[in-house]
Structures are given as C-alpha cells and as structure tokens.
C-alpha cells in the first residue's frame, strides 16, 4: 500500500509541474515577467546605488568634519593662552633687564595671575575643595594615606596637586594625603 501512496504523490507532483510549465513555462517560485517589470528594477537599483553612495560620502564627510572639530576645539582657548604667554616672555625679559626692580616683576606675573583666574572663570573652571574634606574617589586622588588619630578617618589632610572641575565635570582630580585610623 505505501508503493501506490509513493506513485500516486509522484503522479500528482508531474500534473502539477505540467500545469505551471504550461503556464508561461515558469518553475515554481519564479517571478512571471512584465514588460516594464525589468526596467523599473534596473532603476531601483540604479536609485538605491546613489543613495547608498550619497549616504556613504555623508558619513564621510560628517567624520572629517567630526575629526577637524576635535582637533581645534580649543583653538579659543589656546588664542587667549598666548596673551599670558607673550605677557610672562616681556616680565622674564623686563627682569633681566633690570634685576634690582623685584617689585615691578611682582606686580607683573600678579597682572597676569589675576588674567589667568578671570579666563578660567569664562570657561567655567573651578578648584575642587579637598583640604579638610572627606575623600570622594570621583574628584580626589589618593596618593598617601597616614595614620592620624585627630582627624576622622578618610579626610583629606594635604593636597600635593589641586584638582578642576569644568561646568561640572572633573578635568582634573586632585592629588592628595588621606587620613585613616588604626
């Protein structure tokens, strides 16, 4: 009985494969062929190349332009640091140029402090408060820690380097000592 089941499912595969070859002659999943069907992909095609191309050279161009943007963010910045540099080149030249005026050179390289703070106020650049703090991982670095019996535990007892923050964020952390107890 399976012998008849088996030849009778090939005898219905050839009816079917008759049908559809006499159907236009296509095999089964092929797409029948219109006119304009042929055409309207070739320009799919040609349509779907040029914004591939299109969207490729923007993503190039966005890098180049992302790259450039890096490169001279801090062109401002760097503008405005040469004026403190100029300015400390003409107090190093003042000086030895008349080595008794001490106080003149003070003055001077106090000018340019002060110049100094006001550009890193512009930017919105602070000093971390650390000395007598709590130490806080996020904006302090510990780079000692003493044994102290007057301070509480995890306080920050001298600061090697001060740290920044910028518009919130910490540029900069500072180096400090750190007390722990026994």
């Known amino acids: 009985m399976a012998d008849e089941d088996m030849a009778g499912a090939q005898e219905a595969l050839k009816e ?23 055409k309207e992909l070739v320009e799919a095609k040609d349509k779907y190349l040029r914004l591939f191309a299109e969207f490729d050279n923007m993503r190039k ?4 332009e992302r790259a450039e943007l890096i490169k001279y963010a801090h062109e401002e ?3 405005e640091l040469l004026g403190f540099y100029e300015d400390f080149e003409r107090s190093v030249t003042a000086a030895r140029a008349n080595p008794a005026e001490g106080a ?16 890193l106020k512009k930017y919105e650049v602070a000093e971390i408060e650390a000395l007598g703090k709590k130490f806080d991982h996020t904006c302090h670095e510990a780079l000692m820690a003493v044994d102290s019996d007057e301070m509480e535990d995890g306080t920050v007892m001298e600061v090697f380097q001060k740290g920044y923050i910028m518009d919130g964020r910490v540029v900069r952390t500072a180096k400090v000592k750190v007390s722990k107890r026994n």
Not at 61 to 64: G, L, Q, S
Not at 104 to 119: D, F, I, N, S
């Open 104 to 119: 003149a050179l003070l003055k001077g390289v106090e000018m340019v402090l002060k110049r100094m703070q006001e550009l």
């Open 77 to 79: 910045v760097i503008i």
């Open 16 to 38: 079917t494969a008759a049908g559809e070859n006499a159907n236009g002659g296509q095999a089964p999943g092929e797409i029948p062929e219109a006119p304009g069907l042929q």
């Open 61 to 64: 161009r966005h890098e180049r």
